[in-house]
């Protein structure tokens, strides 16, 4: 199974990359707003449970979180992989994360990091503002702030993934086909590398 965790700042183009990793590899995309919403929606007990902390203004906990992925996993056995948007996002949820994967007989392939400057992605969400109808996409404070936040709370999670040898920084200015050849050649390698661990075997 390939199982990528795809990590950027808002505005570095983790959407548009991600729905071609999803085509090219064949991998069921996990994002846990996307997760919520439908575990709401099905009135599941997670997502009752998720919905009375929400209401109250509370933020969900990493187990009704990790719950709600282990179910999907569960769901997908037969995926080629799946790719982490937006999760994990601290050291103990990247930690929940890796013992739920092992319960299945996987583990997390490979973090991929979109790498853009501060200046770049002002620019570009200030851009998306024009389209997207985002107020939090117009207002440049509150994007510095946004991308701040990030930068501050991402870098134990990019550092744990390093401290695995599973880290991997993309550049994400350029084009986006060229991008997305940039991160294919580093997941094509780690496949041809796990090929060879298991061939030596």
């Known amino acids: 199974m390939l199982n990528i965790v795809l990590f950027g700042p808002p505005g570095a183009g983790k959407g548009t990359q991600s729905q071609k990793l999803i085509d090219k590899y064949n991998l069921i995309h996990l994002s846990t707003g996307d997760l919520l919403r439908s575990e709401i929606a099905a009135g599941t007990e997670l997502g009752l449970k998720a919905k009375s902390l929400m209401d109250n203004g509370v933020l969900v906990p990493d187990e009704v979180v990790i719950g709600m992925i282990s179910n999907k996993v569960q769901e997908n056995r037969?995926?080629?992989g799946f790719i982490f948007d937006g999760f994990p996002r601290t050291v103990p949820q990247a930690q929940g994360l890796d013992k739920l994967l092992l319960d299945y007989g996987t583990e997390i392939s490979c973090m991929i990091a979109l790498k853009v400057?501060?200046?770049?992605l002002t620019k570009r969400l200030l851009l998306r503002g024009k389209t997207s109808g985002r107020p939090d996409d117009q207002n440049e404070?509150?994007?510095?702030?946004?991308?701040?936040?990030?930068?501050?709370?991402?870098?134990?999670?990019?550092?744990y993934y390093s401290g695995q040898g599973k880290y991997f920084a993309v550049d994400g200015i350029g084009e986006i086909e060229e991008i997305f050849s940039n991160i294919c050649e580093q997941i094509d390698s780690l496949k041809a590398e796990k090929k060879e661990e298991k061939e030596e075997k």
Request: no cysteine.
């Open 78 to 80: 037969s995926a080629g």
């Open 141 to 159: 404070e509150l994007i510095r702030k946004r991308v701040d936040e990030y930068n501050t709370k991402t870098t134990p999670v990019a550092d």
């Open 117 to 120: 400057d501060d200046e770049e």
